[in-house]
């Protein structure tokens, strides 16, 4: 009895998909297409809509690529040699734009608390230079080889870069 009621309720259930008169099967060449597939819309319709949303995506990388540039440094590491243990160590990075758009530095971070960094403020000119200022101080248990990094982000393409400092710190 509940295989012979499944049965019924399965030849239901496809004859109620079948009752919508939108949905086509047609033949050609051998081949069946079915209108349901395609949500009810022709070829023609699907190729126009296709071809629309190619024109968007065109459209984005368009504007994504007009607001990027490119950005290149002086220095990828600075190495501030022996220093002394509890003293500020001054550095500076030189940043150039070396695209066809305004570079804006959208942050810049530090891996460790004993650096800061200060990133330039406005949107740096196509072929214009600025600076990162980067300071170390390195704490009482922070002696011998130290390496720390500075993270970049910017409108480019890559969008972050890493930049380098270490020293050898002594009492």
């Known amino acids: 009895m509940v295989k012979v009621s499944l049965f019924v309720f399965t030849i239901l259930f496809f004859a109620s ?3 919508d008169s939108s949905n086509k099967i047609e033949s050609k060449k051998g081949e069946v297409f079915s209108s349901a597939a395609a949500g ?3 070829e023609e319709e699907l190729k126009a809509a296709l071809s629309e949303v190619e024109k968007e995506e065109k459209e984005r990388a368009k504007a994504a690529e007009g607001s990027s540039t490119s950005m290149s440094f002086d220095k990828m ?5 022996k220093i002394k243990v509890d003293t500020e160590n001054e550095a500076t990075f030189v940043i150039t ?3 066809k758009n305004p570079l804006i530095i959208d942050k810049v971070d530090v891996s460790c608390g004993c650096t800061t960094a200060q990133k ?5 000119l196509p072929g214009k230079s600025d600076k990162i200022a980067v300071v170390f101080h390195p704490k009482p248990g922070q002696l011998n080889e130290q390496k720390k990094t500075i993270t970049v982000t910017a409108n480019t393409d890559p969008k972050i870069v890493v930049l380098d400092i270490k020293a050898f710190v002594t009492e």
Do not use: Q, Y
């Open 97 to 99: 734009n070396t695209g």
């Open 120 to 124: 330039p403020e406005k949107p740096i």
């Open 40 to 42: 009810g819309e022709s």
């Open 17 to 19: 998909c079948g009752a």
């Open 77 to 81: 590491l600075h190495d501030f040699g």
